[in-house]
């Protein structure tokens, strides 16, 4: 079991995925910290002043040591953005790579020279001719 569990782990599609999930969460570290202290302040000011982060619906006051009870919806749309950010940064990357893709197989095949042994043969083919 151990060797099948490290023939698993070792394949390079298991690798590849580790890695692109540790950068993934690192870049969505950066994009929520884009969003939270870059994209919304600015947008706070323009909505007279709004700070996102504390948009709430409060169900129910805080009562002694109880916690209010309350619906963060600010938060929720500042995750909102973060991941269209996400997917169009995404989205811009795959778009990216298919059109290399694409340029790839567009370029027309050269045509592979002749050995030595088809260069004699067409030279005795057209002596032949004459």
């Not at 060797?3 to 690192?26: H, P, Q, W, Y």
């Not at 209010?68 to 269209?84: E, H, P, Q, R, W």
Request: proline fraction near 4%; aromatic fraction near 8%; charged fraction near 25%.
């Amino acid at each position: 079991m151990m060797s099948e569990f490290k023939e698993f782990a070792m394949r390079g599609n298991v690798l590849d995925m580790a890695v692109g999930i540790v950068i993934g969460g690192a870049f969505g570290k950066i994009v929520s910290s884009f969003v939270k202290d870059v994209i919304m302040p600015p947008v706070g000011v323009m909505l007279g002043g709004a700070d996102f982060s504390k948009l709430q619906y409060v169900l129910k006051e805080a009562e002694g040591k109880a916690e209010a009870v309350s619906i963060n919806y600010g938060a929720f749309l500042m995750t909102i953005i973060d991941f269209v950010i996400i997917a169009l940064a995404i989205f811009f990357v795959i778009k990216s790579i298919n059109s290399l893709k694409k340029k790839e197989e567009e370029k027309p095949a050269a045509e592979p020279k002749p050995s030595n042994e088809e260069k004699l043969l067409t030279e005795i083919r057209d002596l032949l001719r004459k």
